[in-house]
């Protein structure tokens, strides 16, 4: 077999020629001992947390709850500062759930201030729907529904407000 030449200017093609390929021989292994097959390393067994201690601990950098606004005044107190109940549209309420199987953990304040924020939120949606301007006297209850879940209600009276003559800026607007 002879070997192609090149003329100026031209330049081998890369890579092998087909036949070249085809006629390449195997590798052939080392000579020598086969390695031993590797075992597998032991799977680590999961630690069991600590159980619960009976006496308080200090809470470990939980989360911190976030304030949250709402689309309308809601207010523990009877009355929405520089505004007069109009008209009293009647009670709503909002209702969240959580389950009771949680264990006490730093987050427990989270959860629980969370619950209460997902209860206003609830109760803000029905106060809207009712056609609100506020909702006035809010309070909480809650209990037990199931073995498994516990209810978070929160109550108030939907009302639609006016502004009181000679009063500032209604609630939620900035004052200038």
């Known amino acids: 077999m002879s070997q192609p030449t090149f003329g100026p200017g031209q330049a081998p093609r890369p890579g092998p020629r087909p036949s070249q390929e085809q006629t390449r021989p195997l590798p052939r292994p080392m000579p020598g001992p086969r390695p031993r097959p590797v075992a597998p390393h032991p799977t680590p067994v999961p630690v069991p947390p600590e159980p619960i201690s009976p006496v308080a601990q200090r809470d470990t950098d939980p989360r911190r709850p976030r ?8 207010s523990t107190t009877d009355d929405v500062p520089g505004r007069e109940v109009a008209a009293v549209l009647g009670v709503v309420i909002g209702i969240a759930t959580r389950p009771r199987d949680m264990a006490h953990s730093p987050e427990m304040a989270f959860i629980n201030t969370a619950a209460r924020q997902d209860a206003i939120g609830a109760l803000v949606q029905q106060a809207q729907e009712a056609g609100a301007d506020a909702v006035v006297g809010v309070r909480f209850d809650g209990g037990k529904i199931s073995d498994t879940v516990t209810e978070l209600a929160a109550y108030g009276t939907a009302v639609r407000l006016r502004p009181l003559e000679g009063s500032g800026p209604p609630y939620g607007d900035s004052v200038g």
């Open 67 to 74: 304030f949250v606004t709402y689309d309308l005044p809601v």
